[in-house]
Structures are given as C-alpha cells and as structure tokens.
C-alpha cells in the first residue's frame, strides 16, 4: 500500500486530524516502564511526536519513503524506513531487540499491514509483562444535521473506489482480529469508541477529504469526486467557505498486552 499514500503525502499531512494528547497520556498509564515506543506506519509522525511526551525513545516506521520524507522532528522521535522486503529479524533487530518495546502504536493503518505477520512481530517486540499494542482508526465527521447528511451523500459516491481493507474502518475495527489480552481499552469485537475534536474551515474539511485513499484512486481513473457541484453543495451546507465549524470524527481504539 506504500505507493498509494506516496501519492497524497502532501494532503495527508496538512489535512488529518489530529489526535487528543490524552490519548497518550492514557495509553502511557498502561505501560510498566516508558523506555521505547514503535509507531508503525508513522506516515508524517503525528502519533510518533504524541508518544515522545510520553516515552525517552520513539522509533517510527513506515513503508512510503514519500510519507517519512514529510516526518515531523522531534528530539527523542527517529525514523526509519521499513521496506515489505526486509525480514522479521531485520525489523527487531532495528527497533530494539525482543522483549524491547513498551507501547506499540498504528494510528489509521492496521488494516493495511499482513495481521500474522506484524502481531507477531509485536509480541517478540513487547516487553513482557507491561508492553501494550494500541491501534485505532477513525472515520466519519458529525458537524451539523444539513451538513451529515450532505456528507454522507459524498461518502457513498466514494464507496467503489476504496480498497476492501478500508471495509475494517467503516465499521469501526469490530471485525478486526486482535490476539491480545485487554488492558481495558477495548478488545476484539468491541473496540473503545472516542471522539476527535477539530476546528476547522470549509477549506480545511476538504483537505482532509482530498487525502482520502479513494477520492485519489478515483481521479486516476477518470472520475472527480470533489467536481464543482459536489463542492458547491458541501459548501452550502457548510454554511460558506469562510465559517469555521467544530467537527467531530468518530474514533476507535483496541489496546492490549501479549497473552501469556
């Protein structure tokens, strides 16, 4: 998935959300010791920079060179491009070693990765016990009644031009399969549901739109879903262009340590 997210870098980083500090402040509440953390597809780094308030050392990783080309810096944060090619061993031995890491955290990308293959990795990775893996997804954007239901007409003409894997979002992470213990911060089949605040403008809704997976798989196959008349209407809605509205996205977490 490296080569479809390389084509949006920019947006993606100018346009999603950001997520609440207390989320790692919650997270950090649930790890023994505060040494190391691994976030894995970091992209630009926004969740790796929350986790370093947090932890003495940041690794995050990420398979689009055109993503950690845009990282954030960050003292205690290094990055690190990870390659599907390179082996298992290569990737503990380039975070840290087994029984290493204290927090693992995938912001928005799990339902990316090869599930066997990275849970495995976690739990040689984690320190144990006390190491915890957290990922979470978000998706939707309650505003106003006019404006939901605007934009749920939006949404639907995105539907065909999603990668199946994206399926596991919309629905909130409850298929996602998570071989983990809880730490109390939702489990397999019942993620826990948070939200993320955001003030933004109109123009800033639509960078975060633009950035969508499929808003760009669907212009290189010759169809413009943000067209004029599909802007004009979300605009309406939206009450102008100038207006600056508190958007909320609906979040989903699941968090747990190694079973033991």
């Known amino acids: 998935m490296a080569g479809l997210f390389d084509k949006q870098a920019d947006l993606y980083l100018d346009g999603r959300p950001t997520y609440p500090a207390r989320w790692y402040s919650m997270l950090a509440d649930h790890t023994l010791h505060h040494s190391l953390a691994w976030d894995v597809g970091t992209g630009n780094g926004q969740a790796a920079l929350g986790v370093a308030e947090h932890y003495e050392q940041v690794i995050g990783t990420d398979v689009s060179e055109a993503q950690l080309k845009r990282s954030l810096t960050h003292p205690r944060v290094r990055y690190f491009h990870t390659p599907l090619s390179m082996s298992d061993d290569e990737i503990i031995s380039l975070i840290g070693g087994e029984n290493s890491v204290d927090l693992v955290t995938v ?32 998706n939707g954007a309650a505003v106003s009644p006019a404006f939901d239901s605007a934009f749920k007409r939006f949404h639907d003409s995105t539907l065909p031009f999603w990668h199946p894997d994206a399926q596991l979002v919309f629905e909130g992470y409850k298929r996602l399969p998570f071989p983990f213990e809880s730490v109390g911060l939702g489990s ?45 209407e979300l605009e309406t809605a939206w009450g102008g262009s100038k207006l600056v509205r508190s958007v909320i996205c609906k979040a989903f977490m699941l968090a747990g340590k190694v079973k033991l």
Not at 222 to 230: E, F, K, T
């Open 107 to 138: 912001a928005q990308a799990v339902h990316w990765f090869d599930l066997p293959r990275f849970y495995s990795l976690v739990a040689r990775l984690l320190r144990k016990p006390g190491g915890v893996l957290a990922v979470w997804c978000y």
């Open 188 to 232: 397999e089949g019942k993620p826990l549901e948070l939200d993320i605040p955001k003030e933004l403008s109109f123009d800033g809704f639509l960078k975060m739109v633009s950035s969508w997976s499929a808003v760009v798989t669907a212009k290189e196959q010759g169809v413009d879903l943000l067209s004029q008349s599909a802007v004009q």
